[in-house]
Protein backbone atom coordinates (compact mmCIF):
# COMPACT_ATOMS: atom_id res chain seq x y z
CA UNK A 1 0.00 0.00 0.00
CA UNK A 2 1.17 3.28 -0.97
CA UNK A 3 0.94 6.42 1.53
CA UNK A 4 -0.19 9.88 -0.38
CA UNK A 5 -0.27 13.29 1.50
CA UNK A 6 -3.64 14.05 -0.05
CA UNK A 7 -5.90 16.16 2.23
CA UNK A 8 -9.47 15.20 2.59
CA UNK A 9 -10.00 17.78 4.44
CA UNK A 10 -9.47 19.52 8.18
CA UNK A 11 -10.81 20.15 11.62
CA UNK A 12 -10.32 21.76 14.84
CA UNK A 13 -7.61 20.35 17.17
CA UNK A 14 -9.65 20.52 19.70
CA UNK A 15 -12.52 18.06 18.01
CA UNK A 16 -12.15 14.53 19.78
CA UNK A 17 -12.78 12.76 16.07
CA UNK A 18 -13.04 14.18 12.54
CA UNK A 19 -16.80 15.59 11.55
CA UNK A 20 -19.56 12.95 9.77
CA UNK A 21 -18.82 14.85 6.22
CA UNK A 22 -14.90 14.55 6.20
CA UNK A 23 -15.36 10.69 7.08
CA UNK A 24 -17.87 10.36 4.14
CA UNK A 25 -15.58 11.79 1.65
CA UNK A 26 -12.52 9.85 2.66
CA UNK A 27 -14.72 6.79 2.37
CA UNK A 28 -16.09 7.76 -0.83
CA UNK A 29 -12.37 8.19 -2.16
CA UNK A 30 -11.21 5.20 -0.26
CA UNK A 31 -13.67 2.58 0.31
CA UNK A 32 -11.21 0.30 1.89
CA UNK A 33 -10.44 2.69 4.91
CA UNK A 34 -11.38 1.58 8.31
CA UNK A 35 -10.78 4.81 10.37
CA UNK A 36 -7.62 6.32 11.77
CA UNK A 37 -5.20 4.40 13.78
CA UNK A 38 -5.77 5.04 17.66
Keep these: CTMTLEVF ?3 SA ?4 PPEDLIKH ?12 K
Design 14 to 17: QTSE
Design 26 to 37: IKTKRPGWEGFV
Design 9 to 11: GTY
